[in-house]
């Protein structure tokens, strides 16, 4: 009798072992699921196709690998531009996604198709350096490639507020472009 509760008690545990090992195994495969279908939904910036894509805000093909920019909506969308200029008209304009930015990228002048966060980006302004929209506006990931890009006494260093600042002021005011578009008529702004 002694040995029967004994086996008894010993099956009840391992039972309960088993329970416990498929409810864990569950519960991790769930968690692993769950992170994967995460990181599928997570917003994220797509490769632009230079000589295919067009810009969201002037409508002109995106022709430099070196110069453009993305808006990431929360829900994944991205809008893409051919230069740092019509990315920054569009979020001061206020345009379509400008009002569910999960991020907004430029493009490293110095590693073409590489994105870097506007927030994180030195834009180099330097009639030097010509952007597709003639702002003059380069992007580079590092406060040391920005300085070694402005070396001439007109080139300054900005951040992304102060570029958005400067694009306001210098090319969507009409006392700043004197009444003609900076697009040559193109983007219909």
């Not at 929209?133 to 990931?141: E, I, P």
């Amino acid at each position: 009798m002694g040995f029967s509760v004994i086996t008894a008690m010993v099956a009840l545990y391992l039972d309960r072992g088993k329970r416990a090992l498929k409810k864990g195994l569950a519960t991790l495969t769930s968690a692993a699921i769950a992170l994967l279908v995460l990181s599928a939904c997570t917003p994220q910036t797509e490769a632009i196709r230079v000589g295919e894509d067009e810009c969201t805000y002037c409508r002109m093909s995106i022709s430099d690998a070196r110069y453009g920019g993305e808006l990431v909506t929360n829900k994944g969308k991205v809008y893409k531009f051919d230069s740092i200029e019509c990315l920054a008209a569009h979020m001061e304009a206020g345009k379509k996604g400008s009002d569910d930015v999960h991020s907004l990228w430029v493009i490293d002048y110095n590693n073409p198709g590489q994105f870097v966060n506007v927030e994180k980006a030195w834009i180099v302004h330097s009639p030097q350096l010509r952007s597709p929209m003639g702002m003059n506006l380069t992007a580079t990931s590092g406060n040391a490639d920005a300085a070694q890009l402005a070396q001439n006494d007109s080139a300054e260093i900005l951040r992304w507020q102060a570029t958005k600042n400067l694009v306001r002021s210098e090319w969507l005011t009409p006392q700043a472009n004197k009444g003609n578009n900076k697009c040559g008529g193109k983007c219909g702004h």
